[in-house]
């Protein structure tokens, strides 16, 4: 069983940068897909982004693209999402996940899930 932790949340004010931290263990880290996701109150968990094992895959939702970032040091087994430019739609409990497969938007195929951090932008 694949155990993650998700760090780095917090209160923003609007036009601020974030870094989220995950870290993993209890399984091979380097051979994981690893995607970041994310649920504002009474909505659906949404796709924000993904990173393939080796880092040559990436994929963004449309409307993060451009102001997110993921990364992953597979030395520290910590995949990463660096956000800049935060708007209060931004806010929402921010997940991260790792999948045996494939790089995708997708919530079935992920196997392991995070317990989440809060990520607040006040305007």
């Known amino acids: 069983q694949v155990q993650l932790v998700e760090s780095g949340g917090g209160l923003v004010q609007a036009g601020d940068s974030l870094r989220l931290s995950c870290a993993a263990s209890?399984?091979?880290?380097?051979?994981?897909?690893m995607g970041w996701f994310r649920q504002a109150p009474g909505k659906d968990r949404e796709f924000v982004a993904a990173?393939?094992?080796?880092?040559?895959?990436?994929k963004y939702a449309d409307s993060m693209k451009g102001r997110f970032t993921i990364s992953r040091d597979n030395v520290k087994n910590t995949v990463y999402l660096q956000m800049s430019s935060l708007k209060p739609e931004d806010t929402a409990v921010y997940y991260c996940?790792?999948?045996?497969?494939?790089?995708?938007?997708?919530?079935?195929?992920?196997?392991?899930w995070g317990q989440g951090t809060q990520v607040t932008v006040s305007s």
């Open positions: 990173i393939s094992w080796n880092g040559g895959r990436i």
């Open positions: 209890g399984g091979t880290f380097s051979r994981y897909a």
């Open positions: 996940a790792a999948s045996n497969t494939v790089v995708t938007s997708s919530i079935r195929p992920y196997d392991y």
